[in-house]
């Protein structure tokens, strides 16, 4: 059940756990970008940008932070969502990492690690990071489609 009275804060190693490796392709993309990296083009929606980025922030804290005492253990049914999305993520960066730029591989980089939050979000029974996570994946998506498939093929329409 997800009643109130089944959320404390507490640390949850496993949700800390899975918010970094989710992450740590875009570390590596911070430190050795790619050739082609058509991710830092200057972004046209500031605005949502912000708001996605609270909404991870709160999304990350609820994650490590709010524990579901009727949560069950790591690995549940939803569980093996999220490491399906995570593989598909990886396989994403990938094929970027090879200079493919398609939208396929671009919305890869956006739903692939956001399923794997919601994934884990529901495996673990935690209301507020699902809450988060799910206005974080709608931000991310409409940023994404905006900046990267949108305003990128208006500007070099060979790009598709």
């Known amino acids: 059940m ?17 918010f970094l490796l989710i992450m740590l392709p875009n570390f590596v993309w911070f430190t050795a970008p790619p050739a082609n990296d058509i991710l830092r083009a200057e972004s046209v929606t500031p605005l949502l940008d912000g708001v996605g980025q609270v909404l991870q922030a709160v999304m990350a804290a609820a994650l490590c932070a709010v524990v579901n005492r009727a949560r069950g253990g790591p690995i549940k049914g939803w569980a093996v969502g ?39 979000a529901l495996a673990r029974k935690n209301g507020p990071a699902l809450l988060a996570a799910a206005g974080f994946a709608i931000c991310h998506l409409v940023s994404t489609v905006i900046n990267f498939i949108l305003c990128l093929n208006y500007k070099n329409p060979g790009a598709a």
């Open 82 to 120: 999220g490491v399906l999305c995570m593989a598909l993520y990886l396989a994403g960066w990938a094929a970027y990492y090879a200079g493919i730029t398609r939208p396929a591989v671009i919305l890869t980089l956006c739903l692939a690690p956001c399923g794997a939050f919601l994934s884990f």
């Open 2 to 18: 997800w009643t109130l009275r089944n959320y404390r804060f507490g640390f949850d190693p496993w949700g800390l756990g899975w």
